[in-house]
């Protein structure tokens, strides 16, 4: 079974719009850590955001929100006020103990482009 | 601020030749990890290490090997090169999971080609 789902290939967003990149997880651990990276074309993975298991808020990062619905395993991020510059590819990642060890596992990606 | 630090960049092999993709950190992180990313894929964990001595495979362990050196260095080895090894390799270190979480800090990649 997937850890990490992303099930949008690509997405197009105008300029100044917002835009929602949807990842659902699979873990039964009670404890983990869930990310997004960005992967712009120069192809450095820069980290967004963070949201813990535990956490009862919402993370938000500047532009960037992580929208975490715990109950439906979805830790969707959120980006504000999209910018030509967050044309990019978006992980999604999770953070489990396996074994008594963590793992960070990712998703497949997600392709922004950002439209003038 | 060095971060990871992986070496080379690029490199190209042919079928069956063997090399040794080296990755350092300096944050004093006890996990690091190697994935390869190819295309529609993601990225895919090759081999983890929770701490220095210990290793373990990840989802595509088969035809590579893995060293923790030390703390600081965990390097991945082709003993035999083969073409569905064409990849973008990263190394990456994080701290454990704790009350705040960190993230897993990237190297740069390193774009490997075999021919």
């Known amino acids: 079974a997937q850890k990490i789902t992303q099930t949008q290939p690509g997405m197009f967003v105008q300029e100044k719009e917002a835009v929602t990149l949807d990842c659902t997880y699979d873990t039964s651990d009670p404890s983990y850590g869930l990310f997004w990276y960005k992967q712009p074309s120069s192809g450095e993975m820069i980290f967004l955001i963070y949201?813990?298991?535990?956490?009862?808020q919402n993370a938000t990062e500047g532009r960037y929100s992580l929208n975490f619905q715990k109950a439906r395993k979805s830790a969707n991020l959120v980006i504000s006020a999209s910018q030509l510059g967050d044309s990019a590819m978006y992980f999604c990642a999770m953070r489990e103990f396996s074994g008594g060890y963590q793992k960070v596992t990712f998703g497949i990606g997600t392709k922004l482009q950002v439209i003038p | 601020n060095a971060g990871v630090t992986q070496t080379p960049k690029f490199q190209v092999l042919k079928t069956g030749q063997s090399m040794t993709l080296q990755c350092a950190q300096d944050m004093n992180h006890n996990s690091m990890y190697w994935y390869r990313q190819d295309p529609g894929m993601g990225l895919r964990l090759i081999y983890y290490?929770?701490?220095?001595?210990?290793?373990d495979k990840g989802e595509v362990p088969n035809g590579y090997n893995v060293s923790r050196l030390n703390k600081r260095e965990f390097s991945l080895r082709l003993e035999s090169a083969a073409p569905s090894q064409t990849s973008v390799y990263f190394c990456?270190?994080?701290?454990?999971?704790?009350?705040?979480?960190?993230?897993?800090?990237f190297g740069q990649g390193t774009r490997l080609t075999v021919v």
């Open positions: 290490s929770a701490s220095e001595g210990t290793t």
């Open positions: 949201q813990g298991s535990y956490d009862q």
């Open positions: 990456a270190s994080s701290e454990e999971l704790g009350p705040q979480g960190t993230e897993a800090f």
